[in-house]
């Protein structure tokens, strides 16, 4: 008789191909040279994903079995959680934090739990990408308890219209706008202000405007913004769909910048007709401190033990040709380029 091994998790875990090569589990080095030092994982179901969000690869109408699917942009294979834990011993000491990425269905909760509690001779921080669709409070709590440190949302559309269209009842998904605002609220109370995240995709449709105002959103929540630059995923509804321009996400990723650090607002912002920012509410040579530091253009993400952005996502949403959120300080050349960018509508 055959037997039937079940590749599903909590056993299996899909992981980026990015923490593949990082641990070893695929060949290949980075382009440039980046780093990255947080594994990034995510639950892995025969049925896939309940939701079926227009721009994601892990959609349920895509042809093809779930677990060979890519998730965002590039690969993510699937490996068995002992298998993971032995590589991530191995390489200890490059890893500065992990992040379990939760699908929507109904055992991700516990099956997250399981995970979680598995990572704990490790002894690394924890991030936690949550489904809010089925997750409830009490069980947000549960993963804090378990050793999370960071509950992070991805509500990705800046607008509620997009979100219904893109996430909701234009693709007849499960997913609602206020649900994730609520489930984002919730992780800022239980993991506390500065441990909750985020994640906004800037070119799904929105103008500068709508965007600049839901990154204010969430950083008064007390919750920090991950920006991503839209780039079309194969197989997925919006494959059609160009890339998001370079000009709108440096002028995002700026302005999200200086309303997370503080130096701006969304109130003191202005805008063209098209909604396009056309000034930061900052001094020209405040703004070209922050430019000339290439920080506001790196790679937006949960940070490891030395305050440093640990989930760097080399080339995650955009080619090493074309990079829109780079995973290490951008030299002279880069920063050239960027500004650029910025000036480009
Ligand atoms: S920023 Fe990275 S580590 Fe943090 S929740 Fe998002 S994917 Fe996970």
Avoid at 104 to 114: E, G, I
Wanted: glycine share 12%; charged share 20%; aromatic share 8%.
């Amino acid at each position: 008789m055959k037997t039937i091994i079940k590749t599903e998790s909590p056993g299996y875990l899909q992981m980026s191909l990015a923490a593949a090569m990082t641990l070893g589990l695929r060949p290949g080095i980075f382009y440039r040279g980046a780093k990255l030092s947080c594994i990034n994982l995510l639950l892995t179901y025969g049925k896939g994903c309940a939701g079926s969000c227009a721009y994601c690869g892990l959609q349920r109408q895509r042809s093809g079995e779930f677990n060979r699917k890519s998730f965002i942009r590039v690969e993510w294979p699937a490996f068995s959680l002992a298998e993971i834990m032995a590589r991530m011993k191995k390489h200890a000491a490059q890893i500065e934090r992990v992040c379990i990425s939760m699908v929507t269905r109904k055992s991700a909760a516990n099956d997250t739990l399981l995970v979680i509690r598995s990572l704990e001779p490790l002894g690394k921080p924890v991030s936690v990408l949550m489904a809010p669709t089925i997750l409830k409070r009490e069980q947000i709590r549960q993963l804090k308890e378990a050793g999370a440190g960071i509950g992070s949302v991805a509500i990705d559309a800046a607008t509620p219209g997009l979100f219904s269209r893109f996430r909701g009842q234009g693709v007849k998904g499960p997913h609602r706008w206020d649900r994730y605002w609520q489930c984002l609220g919730d992780a800022v109370e239980v993991f506390g202000a500065g441990k909750a995240g985020c994640h906004l995709i800037v070119g799904l449709g929105e103008t500068e405007e709508e965007m600049a105002a839901a990154v204010q959103r969430v950083v008064d929540m007390g919750a920090n913004v991950h920006l991503f630059s839209f780039y079309p995923e194969e197989g997925s509804v919006l494959e059609e769909r160009s890339p998001c321009a370079a000009g709108r996400f440096r002028r995002l990723q700026l302005a999200a910048y200086l309303i997370q650090s503080g130096f701006t607002t969304f109130a003191g912002l202005s805008f063209g007709t098209s909604g396009e920012i056309l000034d930061f509410g900052v001094d020209a040579a405040e703004a070209a401190i922050a430019i000339q530091s290439g920080a506001p253009f790196m790679t937006s993400g949960c940070p490891g033990s030395d305050g440093q952005v640990a989930c760097t996502r080399p080339y995650g949403d955009g080619p090493p040709g074309d990079i829109r959120s780079y995973p290490f300080t951008p030299n002279m050349e880069d920063i050239a380029k960027i500004k650029m960018e910025i000036g480009d509508k």
